[in-house]
């Protein structure tokens, strides 16, 4: 299949070296997510191993409903072998506390259960889809990924995030586009506790707005009060007539008493910001 599409130089070459490199793997599986970057990966990996291959996609309440059943349709549109697996990192206490490294905790659990799924099933490897521009980012997952011996062959390959986006574009995968999704624990600022509860209020609030078209969207969980950050665009059309109040009314049922509008531009991983100054 990949042979009949033409992709740009740069990107023709990393796909060599990461056919290559999946099929010196000999078999995988693939910790999924639904994001571009799994996908992207788990797709190459189908094609180049077949069912040698497996995609587990892990299931909490850090994880949208909303995105798990998008996930599971990419993976049975393209016929990919998956399971779902549930992970339990609401029971580590580092986790909970919600430091700057939560997501190696988080993560840490994934990659001990795809690891212990991989033996007992005689897959060789475990991967997951890290790029070459997560190496400027703040990724504790990515610590736990490498204590793991969890390989990232699309980093490998030399794949920034946009190499896989167009690379998915020219393979007509429907999350080419796909925004960012992290998980929902990622609303809840820094020495916050995560909590299901709030995992919760945070997931119906975001349908709220998802429901209303804005697909790009965060509410930020700040106790009682929900903060709604959305593109500049977005949020002109959002103050239009009864739309914000409407939404407020809704965002409130969903468990806050407060509900507001941050004026800056939309960024992900906003709450990252804060790190700067530890």
Not at 15 to 30: A, C, H, K, P
Not at 45 to 56: C, F, K, P, T, Y
Not at 166 to 183: T, Y
Not at 189 to 195: E, K
Request: hydrophobic fraction near 40%.
């Amino acid at each position: 299949m990949l042979d009949k599409h033409t992709f740009p130089p740069d990107i023709d070459t990393a796909l060599q070296t990461l056919r290559e490199n999946l099929e010196g793997y000999g078999s995988l599986v693939v910790a999924f997510s639904g994001g571009v970057d799994s996908a992207f990966l788990a797709f190459l990996a189908h094609q180049v191993l077949s069912n040698r291959m497996i995609a587990l996609l892990g299931i909490s309440g850090s994880l949208a409903g909303d995105e798990e059943r998008e996930a599971v349709k990419f993976l049975e549109t393209h016929r990919i072998p998956f399971e779902r697996i549930e992970t339990e990192e609401m029971t580590i206490d580092g986790y909970q506390e919600n430091g700057p490294d939560r997501c190696y905790y988080c993560k840490g659990e994934l990659f001990a259960k795809l690891g212990r799924f991989a033996e007992a099933h005689g897959f060789a490897r475990v991967a997951h889809g890290a790029n070459l521009d997560d190496q400027s980012d703040h990724r504790p997952g990515s610590r736990a990924a490498q204590e793991m011996g969890v390989v990232a062959p699309l980093e490998a390959a030399g794949f920034t995030k946009a190499m896989i986006r167009e690379a998915a574009r020219i393979l007509n995968l429907s999350v080419w586009d796909k925004p960012a999704a992290p998980c929902l624990a990622s609303r809840i600022p820094y020495f916050s506790q995560v909590t299901e509860d709030k995992l919760g209020q945070i997931e119906r609030a975001e349908r709220v707005l998802r429901d209303r078209g804005y697909a790009v969207c965060r509410v930020r969980h700040h106790n009682d009060i929900a903060r709604i950050e959305l593109p500049l665009a977005d949020r002109r059309s959002l103050l239009e007539g009864d739309e914000w109040a409407e939404l407020v009314a809704a965002i409130k049922q969903a468990g806050f008493k407060y509900v507001t509008l941050d004026l800056e531009d939309f960024q992900s991983g906003r709450l990252n910001e804060v790190l700067k100054e530890l």
